[in-house]
């Protein structure tokens, strides 16, 4: 991709949100190690000090790209749970279709939120954003579970999708496993899970 479009889009707004938008590309383009700084600030268009005056170092940039993509994937989550009809587990399924989605569009990003050396128990921030993303899970396990229901059996199978859907995930956008599924088919896929994990 050339520097041009990047540089076109960058003028004088928000340098600390374009640099972050212009690290997101480069994650997904070259993985979240395969550039530097100086690379980003070229990419958009500034000067290579610029960086500097909102983020201390490289790994404060890339903790932000995960961070805006934890947040991005939760609201993606909550749209599509919010949005779904059919049947009580309906919302279930569509969760975990959104999950697999995200993976796939946003494959570099998705590692990274995975990945990131300093992981979310040694960052508060990090780990209240990642539980939001979970409580989207469990808002709607709560929905179809009897009245009553205790929080750690609404953690348990919360859990348990999650195990499945992020496992799905991975192996998909690594090449790891054969299926070719169509959407149909992982919509199918995805409400089975539902079912075996919340009928049983």
């Known amino acids: 991709m050339s520097d041009k479009p990047l540089r076109a889009q960058y003028h004088h707004g928000d340098l600390r949100a374009h640099l972050i938008e212009t690290v997101r590309i480069l994650v997904e383009e070259k993985g979240a190690d395969g550039f530097s700084i100086s690379e980003a600030a070229r990419r958009a268009g500034v000067s290579s000090a610029a960086p500097y005056k909102h983020f201390n170092d490289r790994a404060e940039i890339v903790r932000e790209v995960a961070l805006a993509g934890i947040d ?57 954003h990642g539980e939001a993303c979970f409580d989207v899970v469990k808002r709607e396990v709560r929905q179809v579970m009897p009245e009553g229901t205790p929080d750690a059996e609404i953690e348990r199978r919360g859990f348990m999708l999650h195990m499945f859907v992020h496992g799905h995930a991975f192996l998909e956008i690594d090449g790891k496993h054969e299926l070719d599924l169509s959407a149909e088919q992982e919509t199918a896929l995805m409400a089975d899970i539902a079912q075996r994990i919340m009928r049983d």
């Open 72 to 128: 991005r994937m939760r609201d993606q989550m909550d749209d599509a749970a919010t949005g779904a009809s059919g049947n009580d587990l309906a919302p279930i399924t569509a969760l975990g279709v959104c999950y697999a989605n995200f993976a796939r569009t946003e494959p570099g990003v998705f590692r990274l939120m995975f990945g990131l050396t300093k992981g979310h128990d040694d960052d508060p921030e990090l780990q209240e």
